[in-house]
């Protein structure tokens, strides 16, 4: 058998955000779940992008992503404007406020895989509408392991949906609130019992700078985040988690309890690097090299 042309497959948004901190407010800077999370896989692993930009597009953002070596086949470049979003931080930066969403040419995406993306055997389904979310993994050929993730808007308005697609996946993250305001249980753990009962073999809760929860049906997974002496923004955090992990496990070739639990740690490990400067600044500039000196630090943390 011949080797994919990727390994990976992301799908997700792709925005032009204007973000409001405490401290500082940026325009127009590239965002978006799957900018983010392809920026932290190709550390790891040859990644696609499958989204859709407006004839706006900065081509400075399209080179940011080539330079990361991340493969565009599966971008589409559509007549009008690219997705834009807004968001203000308030004074400890851990609740956040929209300001607007123009959706422009994301209104009407279609996400369509490349033929050479089909055969990927890692897919991340990153937060879009869940109906496209299924779309696009009826387009794949029997995935070895796929991740989706979600945001509250698509619990609200959109839930059946929502299951049909987690129904067909291998695991599932959302965050502490998404994950109770799906269950309406308060409870993480009660939550995660009935996530698994969902479908999927894996339930990944993120806490934010509190680290993540792994539960499968037999065990819990805890992770730590690496402590951080001051950061700049954590748009797309999540995203940058989802995707290194993803990207790791990828590189990994494995899908086993054992080998998410390592990829998590290296997901962590890059989103620490993705929040300390906006957008895509610091991952652009990141190597391999750091993550794996960030890594070893973080475990002599861990160590008991
Ligand atoms: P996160 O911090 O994980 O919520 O991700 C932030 C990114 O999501 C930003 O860069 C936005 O461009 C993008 N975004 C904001 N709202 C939406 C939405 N409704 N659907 C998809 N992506 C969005």
């Known amino acids: 058998m011949t080797k994919p042309a990727v390994d990976l ?13 405490p401290a500082e407010k940026r325009e127009e800077i590239l965002g978006g779940s799957v900018s983010y999370a392809c920026a932290a896989a190709s550390f790891f692993t040859h990644t696609g992008m499958v ?12 080179e940011t992503w080539s330079n990361m070596s991340i493969d565009l086949e599966g971008l589409q ?13 308030h004074e400890n930066m851990d609740h956040r406020d929209t300001l607007f969403t123009d959706l422009g040419v994301f209104e009407s995406f279609s996400p369509e895989l490349p033929e050479d993306y089909r055969e990927a055997p890692y897919l991340f389904l990153g937060n879009i509408h869940p109906a496209l979310q299924l779309h696009v993994l009826e387009q794949t050929r029997n995935p070895r392991f796929v991740l ?16 049909k697609v987690i129904a067909k996946c291998h695991m599932l ?3 502490e609130s998404e994950a109770r305001l799906y269950t309406g249980k308060h409870s993480l753990i ?17 806490k934010g700078g509190n680290g993540s929860m792994l539960f499968t049906r037999e065990d819990i997974f805890l992770l730590h985040a690496y402590p951080l002496d001051g950061f700049k923004d954590p748009t797309g955090a999540g995203d940058t988690f989802a995707g290194g992990l993803m990207g790791a ?10 080998a998410i639990r390592q ?7 890059v989103a620490s690097f993705g929040v300390e400067e906006f957008s895509l600044d610091r991952l652009k500039q990141l190597d391999r090299d750091e993550i794996e000196i960030r890594l070893a630090e973080f475990k002599e943390m861990c160590r008991i």
């Open 190 to 206: 009660e939550a995660a019992k009935q996530l698994l009962e969902t479908g999927p073999e894996y339930v990944l809760i993120k």
């Open 77 to 89: 470049t559509v007549e009008g404007k690219t997705f834009r979003w807004g968001g203000v931080y």
């Open 173 to 175: 993250t959302l965050n």
């Open 148 to 163: 989706i993730d979600t945001m509250d808007l698509w619990i609200n308005i959109a839930k059946d949906d929502l299951a």
């Open 263 to 269: 990829a998590m740690v290296y997901g962590s490990i």
């Open 51 to 62: 989204g859709v930009v407006g004839s706006d597009f900065p081509q400075e953002f399209r």
């Open 249 to 258: 496990l990828a590189a990994s070739g494995k899908s086993d309890k054992e």
């Open 9 to 21: 497959t992301i799908v997700g948004s792709i925005g032009i955000d204007t973000i409001e901190t």
